[in-house]
């Protein structure tokens, strides 16, 4: 099992960065594929980015060059590096675990076993 916190999440403007950390505890974290979802308000959680356990990345069309994804499995940590934040970035971001590898479904929530608990990220214009 892996238990997931997110943080880092704010009120940002248009055009600015931030950076989202997640922190897993769990002894199966650097075998976990791990990934970014969001949910805005009113709509379904859609996929951000993903990372393999070895650090192959997937992204979202609507993010791609934008945003980075990254882990450090000596901290048991994965990171979403977000660049020129648009407004309709704005969500509530959940980083999920999935155990071990996640194939071609990457970008499928029911990839993944385990969540955190989310943070919000606003974006004005």
């Known amino acids: 099992q892996v238990q997931l916190v997110e943080s880092g999440g704010g009120l940002v403007q248009a055009g600015d960065s931030l950076t989202l950390s997640c922190a897993a505890s769990g002894r199966t974290f650097s075998r976990s594929g791990l990934g970014w979802f969001r949910q805005a308000l009113g709509q379904e959680r859609e996929f951000v980015a993903a990372i393999t356990w070895g650090a192959v990345t997937y992204y979202a069309d609507s993010v791609k060059g934008r945003f980075t994804i990254s882990r450090d499995n000596a901290k048991n940590t994965v990171y979403l590096q977000m660049n020129s934040l648009k407004p309709e970035d704005t969500a509530v971001y959940y980083c999920?675990?999935?155990?071990?590898?996640?194939?071609?479904?990457?970008?499928?929530?029911?990839?993944?076993?385990?969540w955190g608990q989310g943070t919000q990220v606003t974006v004005s214009s």
């Open positions: 999920a675990a999935a155990l071990g590898a996640l194939g071609s479904r990457y970008n499928d929530a029911r990839t993944y076993t385990n």
